[in-house]
């Protein structure tokens, strides 16, 4: 009955990987996002999609790329893995662009 | 993009009233004003939201200010399971991307 999932739940890799982590959302929801969460504990928005568009795109480097197959699925590819990506990525989704978001319970991501 | 300044930490003691304060002194008329909670290791979770009156539901009761430049999140009995960091965010307003803005946050302990 897991409304927001991500697979997987803990990811251990080394520099230069490429990766992915999957978020799935059951709610019906229009709009997707991911979140950084570093080790300092600040929670930063890095994209959102609505609709399978992409809304925002923060100032995030062009090795991680967002891929929304469809509604319910936004996932995030990261290329060439560097330590400072080490990390909680949660991913969250609403109604729409204005709604209160539900997020899933994280990934966390450590790049050795 | 307006901010909300938050008290780094609180205490509590266990089925007594938490009032949590956020200033956020440069809200634009359409900011709504949206609290989000973390507990340990999970991801963050909608806890309330107002936009000029005073809110209540069955986790908490949001206080505005008349001149809505400072909130109080109140909890009315808090319990060791309210212990998590309580974000105080401003959304919606002109830009409608939907983009929530993670402070610090009040990392809020509850003893027992």
Redesign the interface.
Known sequence: DTA?SQTPKYLVTQMGNDKSIKCEQNLGHD?M?WYKQDSK?????MF?Y?NKEL??NETVPNRFSPKSPDKAHLNLHINSLELGDSAVY?C?S?P???????????TRLTVL | DAKTTQPNSMESNEEEPVHLPCNHSTISGTDYIHWYRQLPSQGPEYVIHGLTSNVNNRMASLAIAEDRKSSTLILHRATLRDAAVYYCILSGGSSNTGKLIFGQGTTLQVKP
């Not at chain 1, 504990?41 to 928005?45: D, G, S, V």
């Open positions: 927001v709009t996002y504990k600040f929670l930063k928005i959102s609505n809304i925002i949660f969250a609403s729409g662009l204005t709604d209160t978001q539900y997020f899933g319970p994280g």
